[in-house]
């Protein structure tokens, strides 16, 4: 079974531009979730997708969104970049059958680099 | 709010060393707790897990108690091994749903 594949895998952007993330949760799995890592900020939660809908929302302001497919592909967009969205931007997807704290599967994430 | 306070590294060991990384949370709920490995060049991976106290999770030689008491979920291995050399992060997960809260990492070098 294929993981959690990311694309694109890295991306150069600069202040004010917006950018689109895009995540393949591995099949079947119903649950997408995003984080952004940094080295000084460590992992820090985004938020979560479950049928399309956003099921939880970390502590991030509103120029980071995203949605999620039928098919539960999900997509991440950050407007207006500012230099500190610079982060590897991680997504993990799980199966989702008890409703709390399922095992997740996380992808090799993309690198934005905000010059 | 939720978070996990995880002990600062690097860590560095010598082969066949006892190994422990510190892990205490604060939860409004009750949490089900997780180690993930970072191994170099590769993505996060699930080590290990328990859902309520006192469960004992395990996995690859490492081994972590739930302990609802002392709100801890400290990592322990015997024996390290140089292939152990890694980042390691302690997790929580208390809502309804997969909304984690990740330690800042702990990274482990072991030299033969």
């Known amino acids: 079974k294929a993981g959690v594949t990311q694309t694109p895998r890295y991306l150069i952007k600069t202040r004010g531009q917006q950018v689109t993330l895009s995540c393949s949760p591995i099949?079947?799995?119903?649950?997408v979730s995003w984080y952004q890592q940094t080295p000084g900020q460590g992992l820090q939660f985004l938020f979560e997708?479950?049928?399309?809908?956003?099921?939880n929302k970390g502590n991030f302001p509103g120029r980071f969104s995203g949605r999620q497919f039928s098919n539960s592909r999900s997509e991440m967009n950050v407007s207006t970049l500012e230099l500190g969205d610079s982060a590897l931007y991680l997504c993990?997807?799980?199966?989702?059958?008890?409703?709390?704290?399922?095992?997740?599967?996380f992808g090799p994430g993309t690198r934005l680099l905000v010059l | 709010g939720d978070s996990v306070t995880q002990m600062e590294g690097p860590v560095t060991l010598s082969e066949e060393a006892f190994l422990t990384i510190n892990c205490t949370y604060t939860?409004?709920?009750?949490?089900?707790l997780f180690w993930y490995v970072q191994y170099p060049g590769e993505g996060l991976q699930l080590l290990l897990k328990?859902?309520?106290?006192?469960d004992k999770g395990s996995n690859k030689g490492f081994e972590a108690t739930y302990r609802k008491e002392t709100t801890s979920f400290h990592l322990e291995k015997g024996s390290v091994q140089v292939s152990d050399s890694a980042v390691y992060f302690c997790?929580?997960?208390?809502?309804?749903?997969?909304?984690?809260?990740f330690g800042t990492g702990t990274s482990l070098t072991v030299i033969p």
């Open positions: 099949s079947g799995h119903r649950s």
């Open positions: 993990a997807s799980s199966l989702e059958t008890s409703g709390r704290g399922e095992t997740q599967y």
């Open positions: 328990a859902t309520k106290a006192d």
């Open positions: 939860a409004t709920g009750y949490p089900s």
């Open positions: 997790a929580l997960a208390v809502n309804t749903g997969n909304q984690f809260y």
């Open positions: 997708y479950f049928s399309e809908t956003q099921r």
